[in-house]
T-cell receptor
Framework: ETGVTQTPRHLVMGMTNKKSLKCEQHLGHNAMYWYKQSAKKPLELMFVYNFKEQTENNSVPSRFSPECPNSSHLFLHLHTLQPEDSALYLC?????????????FGNGTRLTVT | GENVEQHPSTLSVQEGDSAVIKCTYS??????FPWYKQELGKRPQLIID?????GEKKDQRIAVTLNKTAKHFSLHITETQPEDSAVYFCAASIDGMRFGAGTRLTVKP
């Protein structure tokens, strides 16, 4: 049990589909994050939520829409994606979105856009 | 924003040898530097971290050094074992965690 659970593990979707990724953390943390991991690229920070409030949107296209109903749950709603959006999407949590809080990652959702 | 560069991108060593991975960062205000290990098909996991008020930290076979003046930090793994084979990521934290591109370490038995 990782403490941060992501579903689904794998997702294949067409460019016209709408789908959602789910993340849940059982660590009592107050900050949650979405990262995108593509081959041979650094982990890209997408969104940061601290105490349910979005504190950072790292110039992410509007076809990615995050939702954080409470400190334990985080969603990433996807619509009209492009093939280049295929990647591993990692959710993470930390005590707070402070500068020196370690991140705890989920196992990720492997997304393929066809 | 912060920019983190990591070298080398791949590293192959013989079992028992040492491995060193180096990172540089651009924002002198960064004050927290973690290292993560990601095995194939698994999530990144924190292996060691260092804060800007410390120059060196060691945990068994793993050590991290930080040079704030030069804005670089390094991961040192001694007596490497095959199970150390993985991708290692450095990160610097200011306005959110920024990661290096990763180093694929292969330890040959």
């Amino acid at each position: 049990e990782t403490g941060v659970t992501q579903t689904p593990r794998h997702l294949v979707m067409g460019m016209t589909n709408k789908k959602s990724l789910k993340c849940e953390q059982h660590l009592g943390h107050n900050a949650m994050y979405w990262y995108k991991q593509s081959a041979k690229k650094p982990l890209e920070l997408m969104f940061v939520y601290n105490f349910k409030e979005q504190t950072e949107n790292n110039s992410v296209p509007s076809r990615f829409s995050p939702e954080c109903p409470n400190s334990s749950h985080l969603f990433l709603h996807l619509h009209t994606l492009q093939p280049e959006d295929s990647a591993l999407y990692l959710c993470a949590s930390s005590q707070e979105s402070q500068e020196n809080s370690p991140l705890h990652f989920g196992n990720g959702t492997r997304l393929t856009v066809t | 924003g912060e920019n983190v560069e990591q070298h080398p991108s791949t590293l192959s060593v013989q079992e028992g040898d040492s491995a060193v991975i180096k990172c540089t960062y651009s924002d002198s205000a960064s004050n927290y530097f973690p290292w993560y290990k990601q095995e194939l098909g698994k999530r990144p996991q924190l292996i060691i971290d260092i804060r800007s008020n410390v120059g060196e930290k060691k945990d068994q076979r793993i050590a991290v050094t930080l040079n704030k003046t030069a804005k670089h930090f390094s991961l040192h793994i001694t007596e490497t074992q095959p199970e150390d084979s993985a991708v290692y990521f450095c990160a610097a934290s200011i306005d959110g965690m920024r990661f290096g591109a990763g180093t694929r370490l292969t330890v040959k038995p």
